[in-house]
């Protein structure tokens, strides 16, 4: 077992739907809610597939559930020994997060006194990403009767299970196939043409026998164990979608022969070995702070699975591949909270990511087009195809029906993603990306700000009116602080780096100017913009205003916290009315600040971070990390801590209330850049990797590995030290 700065663990037996999200295991392709092997009515069931979307009868497409298939029930004769009605004499479940599998140890007495062990693991490959293995021990400990063993595909899985108006069945089972060798089906989804297909294998001593019982598929080996004598069980399954092949049966079939030729144990193995390498680069080691430590590494656990860096075709989700809240949605979290841990300790994974967003850029130009815009508008919320898939209506603090505006109005998504592609390019130097591809994205989301952008003849400037920024709180406002200073951003580098182009490789640039059609008289209006473009930022105070008219809001003060040391809000607020007041759901002025933080001097951020901490709500899970760090570099030290725990336990600790729809992915990201760019302080400078570092008073030091320009630093950080070598990578 591996010791326990590796392990989350759970020792208590019930249905409990935020554990199955804590518990879920993923491998970037494939996530499984951590619901038990029986499955019990009250669970969540969660299985998906990245990429695999339908819309049916849902608002918007969804991330399909589809059919589960670490089904596993005993019977002793023709009793089902379900562990809901037994006597629990012993149970154990862990994360065992150094190698992505997820522990059992049951050990159960039912109501004749019959006393059995099931223990075992299972996982989702980390090297053959279509696979799902399992394996347990069963042990009838005072008992020699018949036993039954049932594993099954249970194809009744749906979508918002639990609420009336909202599930839905996105699929129907085809082609389902049994034979004492294996269970086969596929799920084809309703609306969409996607086809999933499972072939699961039961390796049990014992009879086997299947069927197809229309929605589930069994196959059951019947056992005549000796009292005390362990049965090994083995589940084998396969998954592979028409993403990748229109020969599911056939295709699968030859996963799944090659994966039982090379074993259970050697699969493992491999799968073992992968993980260690992703950890020998990944892992973040804090002493002294036990809690921390591994809150961390459960954030960095989860980062590394829910990405896949094998398809460029799929980004993660806001709720990774861990459960059904945010429809599956991809948002501008992936580019903003996640993707500096991977430019910095998996940079292929970064540019798979940064290619989902060239996938789909021909779908944010014609989202620019449909709205009345040029270049590329991506969509606040994206699914397979690009789409703008943000529902239309949702539900407001009391439960009330309220049309949702992020999909119409939250604009800085095509900025975020500009300015993920230069964050990039400058820790990779992968030059082949950009110009193949990341200068396209550069041109055509500055060219979609040329055409948002208005001018007001009254005041001589630009102006970006009737949006929403990043805190969501106040919606329809003008010229926001943080869309603006990142939209000028965009086209400032569109710009330069076309520059750039221009002197560097003249063949390179005509390249580019033929292929977006760029002219000089669009050139001419970019820098008109860049001039002109509002930005309500008042040297003099320092302090920026939110957007135009945010100071003269009504202003409340946050003074309480609840148990969970989250804000309560202040007395007399109307949750229908956010718009008249001046708390903020999550940051938005620091959030420029923490974006681009070069572009401004540091009383610029201890001013606005005073102002506007003890304003913000933290009711966005995207919040805490921000304020971490640029607590951090202003020297608020002893609330960055808190904040630092805010994020890091935001799903081990339900802080925001809502971990059972899913993990906070953004969250996790966020968690790593606190560690990395608040607690050890690290910038850029001179073209390396620096460190100003301040450690809390408890932590007695912090190692750590970043990828830098294919070279691999390794920092360890003590109170009154900072050591760094630095080696070439291969
Ligand atoms: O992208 C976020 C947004 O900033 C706040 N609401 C939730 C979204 C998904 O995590």
Same mark, same amino acid.
């Given at each position: 077992m591996a010791t326990s700065e590796w392990i989350i663990e759970d020792t208590k037996f019930e249905v409990n739907n935020v554990k199955e999200t804590i518990f879920t295991l993923a491998n970037g392709k494939i996530g499984v809610r951590g #619901?038990?092997?029986?499955?019990? @009515?009250?669970e969540i069931p969660g299985t998906y597939v990245a990429g695999v979307f339908d819309k049916s009868e849902a608002q918007v497409k969804e991330l399909v559930n589809l059919p589960y298939f670490w089904g596993l029930r005993i019977y002793i004769g023709d009793e089902f020994l379900n562990p809901m009605e037994c006597e629990i004499l012993e149970y154990k479940r862990y994360l065992d997060m150094k190698h992505a599998c997820l522990h059992r140890y049951l050990r159960l007495k039912d109501k004749k006194g019959r006393i059995t062990t099931i223990q075992g693991f299972r996982f989702l490959s980390?090297?053959?990403?279509?696979l799902a293995l399992a394996k347990y021990e069963i042990v009838p400990e005072n008992y020699a009767e018949k036993l039954y063993i049932e594993h099954f595909i249970d194809g009744t899985t749906k979508n918002s299970k639990k609420n009336p108006t909202e599930k839905v069945k996105h699929y129907t089972l085809k082609n389902t196939r049994v034979t004492d060798k294996f269970i086969y089906t596929e799920a084809h989804t309703r609306d969409s043409n996607y086809g999933v297909s499972i072939l699961s294998s039961l390796e049990v001593e014992g009879n086997i026998f299947s069927k197809d019982l229309i929605d589930t598929v069994t196959q059951t080996a019947e056992i005549f164990p000796e009292k005390g004598r362990k049965i090994p069980v083995f589940l084998y399954t396969s998954i592979l979608s028409n993403r990748e092949t229109d020969n599911l049966f056939e295709e699968n079939f030859k996963k799944m022969a090659e994966a039982r030729n090379v074993g259970f144990e050697q699969l493992f193995e491999e799968h073992k070995k992968a993980l260690e390498n992703l950890w020998d680069i990944a892992n973040i080691k804090i002493e002294g702070d036990e809690k921390a430590d591994k809150a961390l590494r459960f954030n960095i656990f989860v980062l590394l699975s829910v990405? !896949?860096?094998?398809? @460029?075709k799929v980004s993660i989700a806001a709720?990774?591949?861990?459960?059904e809240g945010y429809k599956g949605h991809v948002f501008w979290d992936t580019e903003i909270y996640m993707l500096p841990f991977y430019i910095f300790t998996y940079p292929k994974a970064a540019r798979t990511l940064l290619m989902y967003r060239y996938h789909t850029l021909k779908a944010a130009m014609d989202n620019a087009r449909k709205n009345g815009y040029s270049g590329a508008q991506y969509s606040w919320e994206s699914a397979d195809t690009g789409e703008e898939e943000t529902p239309k209506w949702g539900k407001d603090y009391y439960g009330d029906k309220v049309r949702i505006w992020t999909g119409d109005k939250e604009f800085h998504i095509t900025a975020d993603i500009a300015v993920a592609i230069i964050h990039y390019l400058r820790a990779t130097d992968d030059w082949d990306f950009f110009f193949n591809y990341g200068i396209k994205i550069l041109i055509e989301t500055a060219r979609f700000w040329g055409s948002r952008v208005e001018y007001n003849s009254k005041k001589d400037r630009y102006e970006i009116n009737d949006v929403i920024g990043p805190?969501?709180? &106040? @919606? &329809?406002? $003008? !010229? !926001?602080f943080y869309t603006n200073f990142l939209a000028r951003w965009n086209i400032e580098k569109a710009l330069e780096y076309l520059e750039f182009l221009k002197k560097n490789s003249q063949k390179k640039y005509q390249k580019i100017v033929e292929e977006s059609k760029i002219t000089g008289q669009e050139l001419n209006h970019w820098k008109h913009v860049i001039n002109?473009?509002? =930005?309500?930022? $008042?040297?003099? #105070?320092?302090l920026i205003e939110?957007?135009?008219?945010?100071?003269?809001l009504e202003d409340k003060i946050i003074t309480e916290f609840d148990d969970k040391n989250m804000p309560i809000w202040p007395k007399g607020v109307d949750l229908t009315e956010? $718009? !008249?007041?001046?708390? =903020?759901?999550q940051p938005d002025v620091i959030m420029a600040m923490f974006v681009l933080?070069? @572009?401004?001097?540091d009383i610029t951020k201890k001013v606005n971070y005073e102002y506007y901490e003890p304003r913000? %709500?933290?009711?966005?899970?995207?919040s805490p990390s921000i304020y971490a760090i640029l607590g951090l570099m202003i020297g608020n030290h002893e609330k960055a801590y808190q904040h630092f725990m805010r994020t890091a336990l935001?799903?081990?600790?339900n802080n925001q209330g809502n971990t059972e729809h899913g993990i906070h992915a953004a969250s996790a990201g966020g968690t790593w850049q606190a560690a990395i760019?608040?607690?050890?302080? %690290?910038k850029i400078q001179d073209d390396q990797p620096s460190f100003t570092p301040w450690l809390p008073d408890n932590w007695n030091s912090m190692k750590f590995k970043i990828i830098y320009k294919k070279e691999l630093y390794t920092v360890y950080i003590t109170k009154n030290n900072v050591e760094v070598t630095k080696t070439p990578l291969y």
């Open positions: #619901t038990h092997e029986e499955l019990f @009515e009250k980390f090297t053959r990403r279509n990405v !896949n860096p094998e398809d @460029e709720k990774g591949l861990h459960g805190d969501e709180f &106040h @919606e &329809h406002v $003008n !010229n !926001n002109k473009l509002h =930005i309500p930022w $008042n040297k003099e #105070t320092h939110q957007f135009e008219g945010y100071f003269n956010l $718009n !008249n007041y001046q708390l =903020i759901k933080p070069e @572009e401004f001097d913000t %709500m933290h009711k966005s899970s995207l935001v799903d081990l600790e760019f608040g607690f050890a302080g %690290m």
